[in-house]
């Protein structure tokens, strides 16, 4: 008997029983949301937490919606994600390689400048960038409101600041004899950033690369203020518009099947990228 009261009161138990637990709040949502999407009926009246049937007719209808291009949305979150992930990557590591590599007058202010307008909140900034983009927009039209291409420029600055300092992070921790000895063979600043230095920053490039397409990805403020018509619309703000009005009830299955397939792109990055993301992180921040 004593036995068994030392196994129950200096055992681990209490801390399985919390983990299950944690588990358990934690998977919720995500077991509501198949289980709604696999719904037949599709409404949010009808949905249980444990699916009553498997139908495929929310998905089928979330495709053939003339209304609701759910395919348009999905290929705007996807160009916009990826390409201003891309333009923000190559401007902030090209930043980071002046602030690391290079010596200037301004240097340490600058530096000290991205990381303070980092602190202002972002909303801030809207009225600002819809007054000068409606006006770009007269001039330009391709990149002024209701274009994806103004919105991509309206994402490139808002994650400079910590691109740079992540980045600048791990450029430090690469010797900078690698460089000294790439100029004595006559390589320039270019080559030695393209060809020395990119290749050694994988990890930090990969985890630059997936924080500023996650936050793109499911960006939805500013999105929603420059996309309005619905062929232009990411799958955030064409989502939240299914949720909103008299039949949001009855769209809830599609809904749920939209959050699933939106997950997808996310969930693959992950698991094909996970371990130069953890490197990345712990070495671009850290060091």
Known sequence: MNAVRRNLGGGLW??????IVMVVFALFPVVFVISAALNPAGSLSTSSLLPTGFSMNNFHTLFNDAARPFGSWYENSLVIA????IASLFIGACAAYAFSRLRFHGRRVGLLA???LQMFPVLLAFVGLYITFGNVGEVLPSVGLNTSWGLVLAYMGGAMGSNVWLLKGY???VPVELDEAARIDGATHARVFFT?????????????????FVGLYGEFMLASIFLTSPDSQTLG????NMTVGSDRVALFGQFAAGCLLAALPVLILYLLFQKQLVSGLTQGSVK
């Open 82 to 85: 990826l390409t201003g992930s």
């Open 196 to 212: 020395v230095l990119l290749p050694l920053a994988r990890p930090i490039l990969v985890t630059v690369f997936m924080l500023s």
């Open 171 to 173: 450029f430090d921790t």
């Open 237 to 240: 703000v064409g989502l939240y």
């Open 114 to 116: 991205l990381l303070l």
């Open 14 to 19: 209490w801390r399985h029983l919390i983990a």
